[in-house]
């Protein structure tokens, strides 16, 4: 099992910066993808950044240029930058792991989420 625990949520200026981490702890593999999440108040969960363990990255195409995504593989470790926050960016974000099982089934561990809010 995988064990998720998400920080740095809290109240940003409209064109602010922020900062999310998420420590993993249980065995993360190679093969694993680490992301982040995004779920805005009566809507559903939508994705924002993946990252795989060589560094590869996907982001939401309209998200794209103003998040970047990173991973420390030795500290079992993901990390979420945002830039040029709006209103609209507000929403609990959650820490994923996507693992592939080897029956070609696949699971989603999630951590707890931390609340962002982008309002002056």
């Known amino acids: 099992q995988v064990q998720l625990v998400e920080s740095g949520g809290g109240l940003v200026q409209p064109g602010g910066s922020l900062r999310l981490s998420c420590a993993a702890s249980g065995n993360i593999f190679s093969s694993d993808v680490m992301g982040w999440y995004r779920q805005p108040a009566g809507n559903p969960r939508e994705v924002v950044a993946q990252?795989?363990?060589?560094?590869?990255?996907w982001y939401d195409s309209s998200l794209q240029g103003r998040f970047t995504i990173s991973r420390d593989n030795a500290k079992n470790t993901v990390a979420l930058e945002g830039y040029s926050l709006k209103p609209e960016d507000t929403a609990v974000y959650y820490c994923n792991v996507w693992r592939r099982l080897t029956d070609g089934t696949n699971v989603n561990f999630w951590g707890q989420g931390t609340q962002v809010t982008v309002s002056s």
């Open positions: 990252i795989d363990s060589g560094g590869g990255t």
